[in-house]
Every structure is written in C-alpha cells, then in structure tokens.
C-alpha cells in the first residue's frame, strides 16, 4: 500500500527565502541583502549590475526572481537564482522607466507594471517561468508611479496605490494568465511610495507610504483581492522602503526613509499581524526593491 501524502496546504505553499537589493541614500547601489527561513536580514552582499535605484522585483520560475527598470529611466534586469545569486545584467526589453512595481503570477510567471517613462505609464511587461521579459503590452487601467504589488491567491496579483498629480489608492487585479483587470476603487489612504508582499500562502499586505507625511498604516489583501480598511500602523512610520516574502507563509517590510534613510525591518506574521521596529542590517538606503527565492 502506498503511503498517502498530503498535499502542501497555502500557509507553506511560498518561498523560504528572500532578497533586497539596490537603492539609494544619495549614491546608488547595487549591494544585496538575503532575508533567512526565519527572517533575519544579512550583511550588505556586493552588488552585480549597474547601481540604481526606483525599480521593481518580483519572483519568477517558482523559487527565482527578478530585478528590473530603474531610474534613468532603464530597462535591464538582473536574475536572481535559488541560490540568491544575482546575474550581470540582462539587456533590457520593453519601453525602460522608473518606478514601476512587480509581482508574480500564475504560480511561476511574473509580470512588470507602471511607472514613469517621462510621463505616468500603466504599461506591462510579462515575465516568462525562464525569467524572460516579454515586450511591452498596453496597458490598462491609471497610469501612475511609485505604487506597490503583490500576489495572492497562490496565483494572482495586485498593483495598488501610487501617485500621478495626487496619491491615489486604487488597485488592479492580475488574473492567473497574466491580464490586468480595470481599475477598482480605492480602500484606505491614498499613498505612494509604499511596498507590499504575500504573506499567510493565499494573501498580501499594503504597508508604510508616503502621503503628506509618513505613513506606518497596512491594508491586508484577502485570497479573492479584497483589499481591507487601513489597519492601524505599527513601527516607524516611513517610505520608499521594500518588502518580500520569506518562510513559506511570511513577509517582512524593510529599509525605506522617515527623513532619514533607514536599515530597520518590520516581520510580518502568517496572520498579517506586523512587528515593531527590528535593529536594520546592512546599509541604510531607500528606493530599493525586494522579491523571493528558494
């Protein structure tokens, strides 16, 4: 008789580990910094690629990721491997610009959207399951920058957030094929400049932001893409920071400015329940992006 065994379950269904990298505290850079099973951040890891910063990140392949776009505005990417190992630039495809976000989809594919490309742009680039870049598809729903994403539902995405003339606080689903849906009206502060990550399997989170000031506020996006009222914040207040899954079923926020450009981290329980402030490691810098691997 074979022995039954059960399927993986959501809350362990993600990656163990995770990866900052880049950003800016007046310089750029291209240093990373790997995030453990348990969420302890590591010393900087010198930098492979060109130093930038206002880019975006996202997991591909099911335990790689992806960095790319940045300011300039550019276009490259760098691979990340199950290792955490990142690649020498790849020639960027696709119109290059700034600020745009990334998230995963369709349980191994990922997909780059938004930005600022000398003007608000909703472009979309899909990224193949060999982290290939695909060419620009037009883009749907507002055109903005300095928003945030997310996957949820094992399989879907979520772009939120962001400013054009003013913040904003709409979101756009991504649906398991990788098709932007229009927009849907906002919940909680309108902010931009904030960061977001899966966490608990089957959720996200929307943290931190700027909008007339700092902002510590999450709003918890559920396994159908329902984005909830803002949940009071806990930790520094702060913005241009990053966040990325680690241990299966967890996240953390981390880096980011207050006035002043910080290293600290916030965990993110399986619940969705934030901590306070961690000591931060490595160096001090915002603007930076982050995504998960292994």
């Not at 309108?190 to 959720?203: E, M, P, Q, T, V």
């Not at 880096?255 to 910080?262: E, H, K, M, W």
Request: hydrophobic share 35%; net charge negative; charged share 15%.
């Amino acid at each position: 008789m074979f022995p039954i065994i059960p399927a993986a379950s959501a809350a362990d269904s993600g990656n163990q580990e995770g990866i900052f990298g880049f950003g800016t505290d007046g310089s750029k850079y291209a240093a990373t910094n790997l995030v453990s099973n348990t969420g302890v951040v590591s010393t900087d890891v010198a930098g492979v690629g060109t130093a930038r910063y206002a880019l975006a990140a996202c997991e591909y392949g099911g335990d790689k990721g992806i960095f790319g776009f940045g300011d300039g505005p550019k276009s490259m990417t760098n691979l990340v491997s199950n290792a955490g190992v990142v690649s020498t630039d790849v020639a960027g495809v696709g119109t290059a610009r700034s600020d745009p976000r990334a998230c995963s989809y369709g349980e191994d594919k990922g997909i780059f959207g938004y930005g600022h490309d000398g003007g608000w742009a909703s472009t979309t680039n899909l990224v193949s399951n060999a982290g290939v870049v695909a060419t620009d598809v037009t883009g749907v729903g507002t055109a903005r920058e300095k928003l945030a994403a997310c996957e949820y539902d094992g399989d879907k995405g979520i772009f939120g957030f962001g400013i054009t003339a003013s913040v904003l606080s709409m979101t756009n689903l991504v649906s398991n094929a990788g098709v932007v849906a229009t927009d849907t009206t906002g919940v909680g502060t309108a902010r931009a400049s904030l960061a977001a990550c899966s966490y608990g399997g089957d959720k996200g989170i929307f943290g931190y932001g700027y909008a007339s000031g700092f902002w510590a506020v999450t709003n918890l996006v559920s396994n159908a893409g329902v984005v909830s009222t803002d949940v009071t914040g806990v930790g520094t207040a702060k913005y241009y920071l990053a966040a990325t899954q680690y241990g299966g079923d967890k996240g953390i926020f981390g880096f980011g400015s207050d006035g002043n450009y910080a290293s600290t981290t916030n965990l993110v329980s399986n619940a969705g329940v934030v901590s306070t402030d961690v000591t931060g490691v490595g160096t001090a810098r915002g603007r930076l992006e982050a995504c998960s691997f292994n």
